[in-house]
C-alpha cells in the first residue's frame, strides 16, 4: 500500500494490501479522503501511552498481525485509552484495546448473534453464554494514526460494555452505525513478547475481564491431587513403619556419679523423624538433672539435651500447692538414618527424710516435719491438724494449741527437739530416688506433619476463594450495575 500526502507530498506507505477510505499522514498529522485525495482535518498525534506504531509486527496466538492504525478514544476531560487496528496477511481483523495497563483483544461479530433478553436489559446472551452490563460511556476520537478502512467518527459514540468472567460484549454505536465486538483479556506480558517490547504501562486498578490471580477450578483439582498423595504416601509410611524403642534403662545416680554412661548402639532406618526422649526421677520436692548427648558413630556428630526434672509442693496460708513433675518429656528433631548411641550422666539433690510419730509424754499432742520442712502438730484429742512453717514458728505460737505443746512436752524448746529427733532418723539421702529412668523411641510415623499440610492446604484454599470474591466486588465498584451489594 502505498499513498502520497496532498497536503505534505510525504510518503505513506504499509506491507499490507487493502482497500481504505482514509489515512493520517505520518509527516503532517492530516487526514487524507483516498477517494479525493484531500486533506480533511488536522488530527493530534497519538501519545498518551501508546507503545505500538502503524507498521509494527507482532504474532498473536500463532497468527501475525499489523498495527494498521491507532486511535485514542476520550471519555470526560481526562480519561483516555488507547485502540490498535490489526490485520492478518489473510485480510482479517483484530483490535486491542488498552486502558490503565489492561488489554483486550477484540474481534468484530455480527449483530444477529447478540441476542437480547426482553425480560431484562441488563444481560445479552452470546454464543448461548450470559454477559451483564458493566457500564454505558460515550466518548469521542481524540487522536488518531495509521490507515483506516472505514471513515473515522468523529461525533459522540456511547460503548456498552457487557462482561462475563474474563471475557466481554461491547456494543460501539456512533449516529451512523453499531458494531459488535467480542473481546477477551489478554495479558500485557503476551503482548510484550508478540511485538518484542521493552516495556509497556503498569497496571491500575482492576480491569473489567481481569481474571483473578488463581484459577479456582485449576486450585481444587492441584490440592485434591496432592491431598491423594500425601494420603497414599502416609499411608505407605503407616503401614511400612513402625515407632520403634531403641534405648530403655534405669540408671542409678551412682554408677553414672562423676562419669558418664555410654549405651549400647542402635541402628535408625529411613528419612529424618524425631527421636522422643522420656525420662523419669522420683524426685519429691528435689530435683535432678539429666545430660544426653545422641552420637552419630558414621559422622561422629553430637546432638546435646540438657533436662531438669523437678518435682516441690508444700502447705501454704491453709492450702496445700504443688508444682512440676516425676517426668520429663522431650524431642530431638529431624534425626537422620544411622548407627547412633547414647553418652549419659546425671546428678541430683539430696533431700530430706520425713519426721513422723514425735509423741508427747502425755500422748495430747503428735508432731511431725515433711521434707519440706513444714511442722504438723495433731491436737490427738480433737484430731485437728494444724501446719507451722517451721519449730521456730512453733515455739512462739502463743494459741491454745501452742501452749498445750510446751506443756505436753515440758519444754519450750521445741525446734531443737524435732531437729534432735531429725538427726536420730535420718539416714543417707542417697537411700531416697536412687535412679533415673531414660527411653528413647524413634518416631518415623507422625499425623503431625500430614495433619498441618493437609490444615494449611484448606485454609489457603478458603482464603484464595475469599480473595476472589472480594477481587470481583472490587472489579464491579465502578459499574451501576454490579452483582455484588455495595454497604
Not at 506507505?13 to 487493502?18: A, E, I, V, Y
Not at 531437729?419 to 536412687?434: C, G, M, Q, W
Not at 484448606?458 to 482464603?463: D, H, K, L, R
Amino acid at each position: 500500500m502505498h499513498h502520497i500526502c496532498p497536503a505534505c507530498n510525504s510518503e505513506n506507505k504499509l506491507d499490507l494490501t487493502f482497500d481504505i477510505e482514509e489515512y493520517v499522514c505520518k509527516s503532517c498529522s492530516r487526514l487524507i479522503d483516498v477517494e479525493k485525495n484531500k486533506q480533511t482535518k488536522h488530527l493530534k498525534v497519538p501519545t498518551e501511552n501508546v507503545v505500538l506504531d502503524v507498521g509494527q509486527k507482532g504474532v498473536v496466538d500463532g497468527v501475525e498481525y499489523t498495527v494498521i492504525g491507532i486511535v485514542i478514544r476520550k471519555y470526560g476531560t481526562s480519561i483516555f485509552w488507547r485502540e490498535y487496528y490489526l490485520k492478518n496477511n489473510k485480510g482479517e481483523d483484530a483490535f486491542l484495546s488498552e486502558s490503565d495497563g489492561h488489554w483486550v483483544l477484540l474481534n468484530s461479530i455480527n449483530k444477529s448473534d447478540v441476542k437480547r433478553k426482553s425480560w431484562n436489559t441488563i444481560y445479552v446472551e452470546f454464543n448461548s453464554v450470559n454477559y451483564r452490563r458493566y457500564e454505558t460511556t460515550q466518548c469521542s476520537i481524540h487522536a488518531a494514526k495509521g490507515f483506516f478502512e472505514d471513515k473515522l467518527d468523529f461525533g459522540v459514540a456511547t460503548y456498552k460494555e457487557y462482561v462475563n468472567g474474563t471475557q466481554m460484549i461491547s456494543e460501539e454505536k456512533s449516529k451512523n452505525n453499531v458494531q459488535y465486538f467480542f473481546g477477551k483479556h489478554i495479558s500485557k506480558y503476551k503482548i510484550k513478547r508478540a511485538f518484542k517490547l521493552s516495556g509497556l504501562p503498569g497496571y491500575s486498578g482492576i480491569g473489567i475481564v481481569q481474571p483473578y490471580y488463581f484459577n479456582i477450578t485449576q486450585t481444587i483439582n492441584i490440592f485434591s491431587i496432592v491431598a491423594l498423595l500425601i494420603c497414599v504416601f502416609q499411608l505407605y509410611v503407616y503401614t511400612s513403619r513402625t515407632n520403634l524403642t531403641v534405648f530403655e534403662q534405669e540408671i542409678n545416680f551412682e554408677d553414672v556419679k562423676n562419669k558418664e554412661l555410654v549405651s549400647n548402639s542402635f541402628t535408625l532406618s529411613g528419612g529424618s523423624a524425631p527421636l522422643k526422649i522420656y525420662a523419669f526421677s522420683g524426685v519429691d520436692n528435689s530435683w535432678a538433672n539429666i545430660q544426653l548427648s545422641l552420637v552419630n558413630e558414621s559422622t561422629n556428630e553430637v546432638v546435646y539435651a540438657s533436662k531438669d526434672i523437678e518435682q516441690y509442693h508444700g502447705y501454704e496460708d491453709g492450702e496445700s500447692w504443688s508444682e512440676g513433675s516425676t517426668t520429663e518429656e522431650f524431642n530431638l528433631c529431624g534425626v537422620s538414618s544411622g548407627k547412633y548411641h547414647f553418652v549419659i550422666s546425671a546428678e541430683k539433690e539430696g533431700v530430706y527424710i520425713p519426721l513422723t510419730n514425735l509423741q508427747a509424754p502425755d500422748a495430747k499432742v503428735s508432731i511431725s516435719r515433711d521434707n519440706a520442712g513444714l511442722v504438723n502438730v495433731i491436737d490427738n484429742s480433737t484430731g485437728q491438724l494444724t501446719t507451722f512453717m517451721d519449730g521456730k514458728t512453733l515455739e512462739k505460737d502463743s494459741s491454745v494449741l501452742g501452749n498445750l505443746v510446751r506443756e505436753s512436752f515440758g519444754t519450750s524448746k521445741i525446734d531443737s527437739l524435732i531437729n534432735t529427733e531429725a538427726n536420730n532418723l535420718s539416714s543417707s539421702p542417697d537411700s531416697y530416688n536412687k535412679y533415673v529412668k531414660i527411653k528413647a523411641t524413634w518416631l518415623p510415623v507422625s499425623f503431625w506433619n500430614f495433619g498441618i499440610i493437609l490444615f494449611l492446604m484448606v485454609v489457603t484454599f478458603i482464603a484464595i476463594y475469599a480473595g476472589r470474591y472480594y477481587f470481583n466486588v472490587n472489579k464491579w465498584k465502578n459499574s451501576s450495575n454490579s452483582p455484588y451489594s455495595v454497604s
